[in-house]
């Protein structure tokens, strides 16, 4: 069972940044895909933004681009997720998780192995 311990949230200013991390304990992280979660209170877990095992692919959600970037390290066994311009309403518990694929973490959303997340708050 892979191990997911998300970091870096906190209390923001709408306008502000944050930068979020994820270790993930497991031997195929530099082989598998990875994936940013959020839950907002009283919503479904969505897919906020996903990486390809190499870096080299990256997709994002509509409300996200341009203002999130997803990135990782393979030899740390960890990703991230540089939040800029932040919103009121991208206030959520963040999550990461990872799959074969970037397809695959659609899927993922119907786990139930996930990690502690991390909390998000955008003052306005």
């Known amino acids: 069972q892979v191990q997911l311990v998300e970091s870096g949230g906190g209390l923001v200013q709408a306008g502000g940044s944050l930068r979020l991390s994820c270790v993930a304990s497991?031997?195929?992280?530099?082989?598998?895909?990875m994936g940013w979660f959020r839950q907002a209170p009283g919503k479904q877990r969505e897919l906020v933004a996903g990486i390809a095992s190499g870096g080299d692919a990256t997709v994002y959600t509509d409300s996200e681009k341009g203002r999130f970037t997803i990135s990782r390290d393979n030899a740390k066994n960890t990703v991230y997720l540089q939040m800029n311009r932040l919103k009121p309403e991208d206030t959520a518990v963040y999550y990461c998780?990872?799959?074969?694929?970037?397809?695959?973490?659609?899927?993922?959303?119907?786990?139930?192995?996930w990690g502690q997340g991390t909390q998000v708050t955008v003052s306005s």
């Open positions: 998780n990872i799959g074969p694929t970037i397809p695959s973490l659609w899927l993922v959303l119907k786990s139930n192995d």
């Open positions: 497991t031997n195929i992280f530099s082989i598998s895909a």
